[in-house]
């Protein structure tokens, strides 16, 4: 599915700060609107040297109280039972009301020209309400709803929530917002439901389980990179009526946090050293349950019966199951307990004071194998009752195999010069449809209508759109790379010229002993129709093998890359854009109507379309 390979050997498609330097907000950020001297430096995982983990632990005391103002030398880490060496400690927490008013706003962008960064409203802690539905009633819903509410109405200001719904999809209610009164809205809206549980019956009771979990670990996907281009620390508190007693553990397609159990993929499909900064809070959204013989309709004590070892085994189970997950990402789990705004509230309080650990493992062989981090107070604070949570182990995968893999299955493939998108695939014969949600390339993800937009590449793209309409007879041939379906090849259209920039420091690129910089870039543009059938679509693929020189002027000039694509003139449109860095396999992806396309104007660094 990849066309119109461009080889980058010497030189380069440059031009990228002269193209965007009129849109850059202000002298103190750089052309993403944040400040300079947070901009990510080159990525330097592919060299050969000292690689470091990064660990977030929240500390609480009995009463679930964060506790500030610990030093270095209070905590003992291990990693399989060897003491490491801490290199750097940082106590964080929330961002006073002055702190984020000082946050350099994004400026506002010229005509035509559009960007997925979203500004962090707090750049230490942000707090993601997630609603699974998908094994939760809509009484339970609306009930989760209401506390959500109650949580609300006490809020600290300056609290920045962002709200998803997982049904049969990830939907993003709300974005990043500390605004109560918007969160609010969001939560009394349409789109946060209740919905009905999708129904999965028709895939036979042996499967229904395993595509419940595929739909799921899409989803838990979607988030992850969304949230991958969001600064600091992400508590994910997980409201779900999840009932774990059928996971397959062993079969990472049916696991909705693969990094608990599976050794050969991430949760959200991320690198495990950085999910540090996700941490999970699973909640059980029924709240305190008791065992079915205890009903109020019974007179005395429940009959012993087999139900209610049942019962309790069933709890244990996804007690266990919460717990997991929890300490694999650095959260807490929540399970049999009423009070769930309370709940939420905890999460916000002890969620956004928390301290950053990092450490060069002395074990310096990377073999995929998974490693034990054990964290302790020291000797001092023994006795306290102080709690830790943190990730209690990542998967040591070797970053410079796994990405010279991606480049050569990359570089092997056939390329055309369409692109299909997700919904189109053609089914997998036998149970590899029921897992097919799954198993989907992150970029065919990212580019489905209406998808939550992956921000793990953050690029701008202008649009400069033809003023000569265009129309072909019957039987003559479309121009090349143009792609239109058949039922538009004959009516009236109009090429738009796209311009993508791209900051290079965001790409992983694979060093050989020669010292050239290897990667493979793919940018692709798909046109809607408002009925969500693709009417267009084209995929551009840059193959670069950059020398020193080369690279160390892209990164102080960027990275562009031109397309056109032809869009109807009659009816509603829209177009999805997305990148997809190869080797690290990081997406970054937008929505824009083509409505929101000024006809006239060209963005910047094009000129008009003849």
Same mark, same amino acid.
Request: aromatic share 8%.
């Given at each position: 599915?990849?066309?119109?390979?461009?080889?980058?050997?010497?030189?380069?498609?440059?031009?990228?700060?002269?193209?965007?330097?009129?849109?850059?907000?202000?002298?103190?950020?750089?052309?993403?609107?944040?400040?300079?001297?947070?901009?990510?430096?080159?990525?330097?995982?592919?060299?050969?040297?000292?690689?470091?983990?990064?660990?977030?632990?929240?500390?609480? /005391?009995?009463?679930?109280?964060? *506790?500030? +103002?610990?030093?270095? &030398?209070?905590? %003992? =880490?291990? #990693?399989?039972?060897?003491?490491?060496?801490?290199?750097?400690?940082?106590?964080?927490?929330?961002?006073?009301?002055?702190?984020?008013?000082?946050?350099?706003?994004?400026?506002?962008?010229?005509?035509?020209?559009?960007?997925?960064?979203?500004?962090?409203?707090?750049?230490?802690?942000?707090?993601?309400?997630?609603?699974?539905?998908?094994?939760?009633?809509?009484?339970?819903?609306?009930?989760?709803?209401?506390?959500?509410?109650?949580?609300?109405?006490?809020?600290?200001?300056?609290?920045?929530?962002?709200?998803?719904?997982? /049904?049969?999809?990830?939907?993003? *209610?709300? +974005?990043?917002?500390? &605004?109560?009164? %918007? =969160?609010? #809205?969001?939560?009394?809206?349409?789109?946060?439901?209740?919905?009905?549980?999708?129904?999965?019956?028709?895939?036979?009771?042996?499967?229904?389980?395993?595509?419940?979990?595929?739909?799921?670990?899409?989803?838990?996907?979607?988030?992850?990179?969304?949230?991958?281009?969001?600064?600091?620390?992400?508590?994910?508190?997980?409201?779900?009526?999840?009932?774990?007693?059928?996971?397959?553990?062993?079969?990472?397609?049916?696991?909705?946090?693969?990094?608990?159990?599976?050794?050969?993929?991430?949760?959200?499909?991320?690198?495990?050293?950085?999910?540090?900064?996700?941490?999970?809070?699973?909640?059980?959204?029924?709240?305190?349950?008791? #065992?079915?013989?205890?009903?109020?309709?019974?007179?005395?004590?429940?009959?012993?019966?087999?139900?209610?070892?049942?019962?309790?085994?069933?709890?244990?189970?996804?007690?266990?199951?919460?717990?997991?997950?929890?300490?694999?990402?650095?959260?807490?789990?929540?399970?049999?307990?009423?009070?769930?705004?309370?709940?939420?509230?905890?999460?916000?309080?002890?969620?956004?004071?928390?301290?950053?650990?990092?450490?060069?493992?002395?074990?310096?062989?990377?073999?995929?194998?998974?490693?034990?981090i054990q964290l302790e107070t020291a000797t001092s604070l023994q006795g306290r009752g102080l709690q830790l949570q943190y990730r209690h182990g990542y998967y040591a995968r070797n970053r410079l195999k796994v990405d010279q893999n991606n480049l050569a299955k990359a570089r092997s493939a056939t390329t055309t010069g369409e692109f299909i998108p997700a919904d189109e695939l053609p089914p997998v014969p036998g149970q590899g449809v029921l897992l097919q949600r799954a198993k989907l390339e992150s970029l065919q993800q990212s580019m489905t209508l209406g998808a939550i937009p992956p921000t793990e590449l953050v690029f701008n793209a202008s649009i400069a759109p033809s003023s000569k309409v265009e129309q072909k007879e019957k039987g003559d041939a479309l121009p090349?790379?143009?792609?239109?379906?058949?039922?538009?090849?004959?009516?009236?259209?109009?090429?738009?010229?796209?311009?993508?920039?791209?900051?290079?420091?965001?790409?992983?690129?694979?060093?050989?002993?020669?010292?050239?910089?290897?990667?493979?870039?793919?940018?692709?543009?798909?046109?809607?129709?408002?009925?969500?059938?693709?009417?267009?679509?084209?995929?551009?693929?840059?193959?670069?093998?950059?020398?020193?020189?080369?690279?160390?002027?892209?990164?102080?000039?960027?990275?562009?890359?031109?397309?056109?694509?032809?869009?109807?003139?009659?009816?509603?449109?829209?177009?999805?854009?997305?990148?997809?860095?190869?080797?690290?396999?990081?997406?970054?992806?937008?929505?824009?109507?083509?409505?929101?396309?000024?006809?006239?104007?060209?963005?910047?660094?094009?000129?008009?379309?003849?």
């Amino acid at each position: 599915m990849r066309a119109g390979v461009l080889r980058m050997v010497v030189s380069g498609m440059l031009g990228f700060a002269g193209a965007m330097a009129a849109q850059a907000p202000a002298a103190t950020t750089d052309v993403w609107g944040k400040p300079s001297q947070d901009a990510p430096p080159p990525q330097s995982v592919l060299h050969t040297g000292t690689r470091e983990v990064q660990l977030d632990v929240v500390v609480v /005391d009995g009463k679930g109280n964060p *506790v500030k +103002g610990l030093k270095k &030398d209070d905590f %003992v =880490l291990t #990693e399989d039972g060897v003491v490491q060496q801490v290199l750097d400690f940082q106590e964080h927490g929330p961002m006073s009301a002055a702190e984020q008013a000082a946050l350099n706003p994004v400026g506002k962008l010229p005509p035509n020209t559009f960007s997925n960064f979203t500004p962090a409203v707090d750049t230490n802690a942000s707090t993601v309400v997630l609603i699974d539905a998908l094994d939760m009633g809509t009484t339970s819903q609306m009930e989760l709803h209401q506390q959500i509410i109650e949580y609300l109405k006490s809020m600290k200001s300056g609290t920045p929530i962002a709200i998803f719904l997982l /049904d049969a999809r990830m939907h993003l *209610v709300q +974005g990043f917002t500390s &605004d109560p009164a %918007v =969160l609010m #809205e969001a939560v009394k809206s349409r789109r946060c439901g209740p919905v009905v549980q999708p129904d999965f019956s028709i895939y036979g009771p042996e499967n229904a389980w395993r595509v419940r979990q595929s739909v799921r670990t899409e989803g838990m996907q979607v988030l992850g990179r969304y949230l991958a281009g969001f600064p600091g620390r992400k508590n994910v508190i997980w409201f779900s009526g999840y009932e774990p007693h059928k996971v397959l553990f062993n079969n990472a397609s049916s696991n909705a946090f693969p990094d608990v159990e599976a050794p050969d993929l991430d949760f959200a499909q991320a690198d495990a050293l950085r999910l540090s900064r996700v941490a999970v809070y699973p909640v059980d959204a029924a709240g305190l349950r008791t #065992e079915p013989g205890y009903s109020a309709e019974r007179r005395g004590p429940p009959h012993v019966n087999p139900s209610g070892n049942k019962f309790e085994a069933g709890l244990a189970a996804e007690q266990q199951h919460f717990d997991e997950v929890a300490e694999r990402t650095g959260g807490k789990a929540y399970v049999n307990q009423n009070g769930l705004k309370d709940i939420i509230g905890q999460v916000v309080e002890s969620g956004s004071h928390y301290y950053t650990l990092t450490y060069a493992p002395m074990n310096t062989g990377w073999y995929g194998q998974y490693r034990h981090i054990q964290l302790e107070t020291a000797t001092s604070l023994q006795g306290r009752g102080l709690q830790l949570q943190y990730r209690h182990g990542y998967y040591a995968r070797n970053r410079l195999k796994v990405d010279q893999n991606n480049l050569a299955k990359a570089r092997s493939a056939t390329t055309t010069g369409e692109f299909i998108p997700a919904d189109e695939l053609p089914p997998v014969p036998g149970q590899g449809v029921l897992l097919q949600r799954a198993k989907l390339e992150s970029l065919q993800q990212s580019m489905t209508l209406g998808a939550i937009p992956p921000t793990e590449l953050v690029f701008n793209a202008s649009i400069a759109p033809s003023s000569k309409v265009e129309q072909k007879e019957k039987g003559d041939a479309l121009p090349p790379d143009t792609y239109l379906r058949k039922a538009y090849q004959n009516k009236p259209y109009r090429e738009m010229e796209l311009l993508y920039a791209l900051d290079t420091r965001t790409l992983r690129l694979a060093k050989s002993a020669d010292g050239i910089r290897h990667g493979e870039v793919e940018f692709v543009a798909v046109v809607y129709s408002d009925l969500g059938d693709v009417v267009n679509s084209l995929i551009t693929t840059a193959t670069l093998d950059l020398s020193d020189a080369t690279y160390q002027k892209m990164l102080r000039e960027g990275f562009t890359m031109k397309q056109e694509i032809a869009v109807p003139v009659k009816g509603n449109y829209s177009l999805r854009l997305g990148v997809h860095d190869v080797v690290g396999d990081q997406v970054g992806g937008m929505e824009i109507p083509v409505q929101d396309v000024k006809l006239g104007v060209a963005g910047v660094g094009l000129a008009m379309v003849q």
